[in-house]
């Protein structure tokens, strides 16, 4: 699901990965602060095999809360919506499911820093809260884990953040077993820069392990776009991720605000 890839030398207290991004930074939230993260992407993919055009489209929306349990220990929970996933064939809709999926709750703990570098352990566990039957989840519950290595320079004008991602998957098809990888690493990296008061310009590029059994080939991507503090309660952020492999999808277009209370 949902994991980071890549050894680095990254951290800080002030610069903030997250949206458009994947990729997470090595800081908790403050205790007793909140923050609400309103997420959207649009996805789009085509593929032709065997004389078939395969058109996919995607959107998304997610809600995620984070507040601070104590100094560097946070948690969040993460509930996904697809409000509307269609497959085409040739152009006639041969797929359409929309519903909640499987929700996400993580901790994170800030256990080190070496060298000017914060170092992240971010432990995941995924509930099974979505629609089996629609394809909305994985039908069981599972575990991931993330390390997370950030770098700040020039108070926090520039940042580099590294994920390094794990997870071990079971399903509950044993058709879906066979087919899909239980195993599945992830890993990311990615930059930020402050070109103008509150607003940072972002970049990162991802490689995964693919689920599917039947390629080898990686899931890799890069993802550009901006986030503008506007306020110090509000951030508004988007990008677009785009596929850099056949296993992962063309494009995706990424938006969302986050809320600081």
């Known amino acids: 699901t949902f994991v980071a890839l890549s050894l680095a030398l990254l951290t800080a207290n002030t610069a ?8 997470d930074d ?8 909140v923050e609400v993260e309103l997420n959207g992407a649009y996805t789009h993919d085509k593929e032709r095999a065997f004389g078939v055009t395969t058109k996919c489209s995607r959107t998304d929306a997610e809600v995620k809360i984070t507040t601070g349990l104590y100094k560097n220990l ?7 919506y697809s409000i ?9 809709v041969v797929g359409r499911v929309n519903g909640f999926g499987d929700m996400t709750l993580e901790v994170k703990y800030v256990f080190a820093e070496l060298a000017g570098i914060n170092f992240a352990i971010k432990p995941a566990i995924i509930m099974p809260t979505g629609d089996y039957n629609d394809g909305l989840s994985e039908g069981r519950w599972q575990l991931d884990t993330t390390l997370i290595a950030t770098r700040e320079f020039d108070k926090g004008k520039y940042a580099l953040h590294a994920n390094l991602g794990y997870g071990h998957h079971s399903y509950r098809d044993d058709e879906v077993s066979n ?7 992830s890993g990311s990296i990615a930059g930020e820069v402050e070109v103008a008061k509150g607003l940072f310009a972002v970049a990162e590029a991802g490689l995964a392990t693919t689920a599917d059994k039947i390629t080898a080939e990686l899931s890799a991507c890069a993802t550009v776009g901006a986030r503008y503090e506007i306020y110090d309660f509000l951030d ?5 991720k785009l596929g850099l492999t056949k296993p992962e999808d063309d494009v995706s277009v990424l938006y969302g605000l986050v809320l600081k209370f």
């Open 26 to 33: 090595a800081s908790t939230v403050a205790v007793s602060k």
């Open 74 to 80: 946070g948690i969040s929970l993460a509930i996904p």
């Open 179 to 185: 087919a899909t990888r239980s195993d599945l690493w």
């Open 236 to 240: 508004i952020n988007a990008g677009v």
């Open 84 to 92: 509307n996933d269609r497959v085409k064939e040739n152009d006639q």
């Open 16 to 23: 903030l990965a997250g949206p458009p991004l994947a990729t």
